[in-house]
């Protein structure tokens, strides 16, 4: 039996790579952006368990004998969920929203075998945007370049993206996507990894 990852996640990967977990990883075949529109009633938390189990689930009920990890990530400020920019001029706009102010990220992250859920987690964290000006956005756009259209936030915490915060509160894992602790917890019980 294997473990696969229901991401292309670049992040995630490494995370599971770092942590000694073997894997194969799968893009699930569905669209997250029909999925959000189909379900827009939904909390950050809702949305964020839904697509998680979405990926793992459409990964599972092809790979039935596998564990599947499906993992997702919704960024809210106040009541509105944010979407990934789509442009670099969408990052500056989504950077100067952000700034100033207290934005959540929630993520969460299933496991299935056979197309069932076996289990499921959610957490999240706290991230507090120090008030930005004009010319350090525009630098820090300049030194990320495309990379800030890949994340939410339009940053990585991981690299020049800790410029812009004052004060996170919530686990590092959780920030970059993937709950780690907790689902090393689930794989030992699950008899997936060595205990």
């Known amino acids: 039996m294997a473990i696969i990852l229901a991401s292309t996640s670049t992040i995630r990967r490494q995370l599971l790579i770092n942590a000694g977990i073997e894997h194969q990883t799968r893009r699930p075949n569905l669209d997250e952006e029909d999925l959000k529109r189909l379900n827009l009633e939904f909390t950050p938390h809702q949305l964020a368990q839904y697509l998680a189990a979405a990926k793992c689930v459409s ?5 039935l004998e596998h564990v ?5 990530q919704v960024l809210s400020l106040g009541t509105k969920i944010l979407n990934k920019p789509g442009s670099v001029e969408e990052a500056r706009f989504r950077l100067m929203e952000l700034s100033g102010s207290t934005h959540t990220l929630t993520s969460a992250i299933c496991c299935a075998r056979a197309g069932v859920v076996m289990w499921s987690y959610r957490d ?7 008030p ?5 956005v525009e630098t820090y756009l300049e030194l990320s370049g495309d990379e800030v259209i ?3 936030g339009a940053y990585k915490l991981e690299g020049l993206g800790i ?3 004052e004060e996170i509160k919530g ?3 959780t920030i970059l996507g993937l709950p780690l602790i907790p689902l090393l917890s689930f794989l030992r019980s699950a008899g997936e990894i060595p205990v």
């Open 59 to 63: 990964i599972s009920d092809e790979e």
């Open 68 to 72: 599947v990890i499906g993992a997702d």
């Open 124 to 130: 999240e964290a706290k991230l507090t945007m120090r």
């Open 132 to 136: 930005l000006s004009k010319k350090f």
């Open 150 to 152: 890949s994340s939410v």
């Open 163 to 165: 410029q812009l915060f």
């Open 171 to 173: 686990d590092y894992f």
